[in-house]
């Protein structure tokens, strides 16, 4: 792997990680009602990663292939997976177990709070409420892997987007 690439993904996964435990461990430390916003993240998250492949394209003179553009991208994006997927794991599973039992009481608050706002019938609500608790039922290790894989492939399609776009090859010698 290209060291400019191991730079890139080491320094982007590096900030996006320590924002995403920091906003964890505040949540979990303040109210954990606060991780049900995680994903005002998401628009950061984004930013990040476009500044990757512009850092990446600057440090290589300007110029970057499909392949380096979308790495940039891509590379920083599985590091914090990875990491918040085990930070995670350590603090539902194994530091506080009925953290995740509490999480899933928020979730409920929060998605009956979004639920209200389209003034849905109480029919409407109780279906709503009944879904929640199926979901929430299945709610497990697999099931936050799963999350995170899902978040890695729509991840990958804006990162071939943004590759696209961003990509500029170094013009070929024609001696």
């Known amino acids: 792997m290209d060291p400019l690439l191991k730079k890139v993904a080491v320094r982007y996964g590096g900030i996006m990680s320590a924002i995403a435990v920091l906003y964890l461990v505040i949540a979990y430390v303040v ?6 916003w995680e994903f005002v993240r998401y628009p950061l998250n984004i930013v990040l990663l476009i500044m990757s492949v512009l850092t990446f394209k600057k440090w290589n003179g300007g110029y970057s292939s499909f392949k380096e553009t979308f790495s940039a991208w891509i590379l920083p994006t599985i590091m914090t997976t990875a990491i918040l997927i085990v930070v995670k794991l350590i603090l539902f599973w194994g530091i506080d177990p009925n953290f995740i039992t509490e999480l899933r009481g928020y979730e409920v608050q929060f998605q009956q709070y979004v639920a209200k706002l389209a003034n849905p019938t109480p029919e409407q609500l ?3 409420a009944e879904m929640l608790d199926e979901q929430l039922a299945v709610k497990t290790k697999v099931g936050l892997i799963n999350e995170y894989l899902f978040l890695i492939v729509v991840n990958t399609i804006f990162g071939l987007l943004i590759s696209a776009a961003l990509t500029k090859a170094k013009p070929l010698d024609t001696k």
């Open 31 to 36: 109210d954990p009602y606060y991780i049900m």
């Open 126 to 128: 109780q279906m709503q």
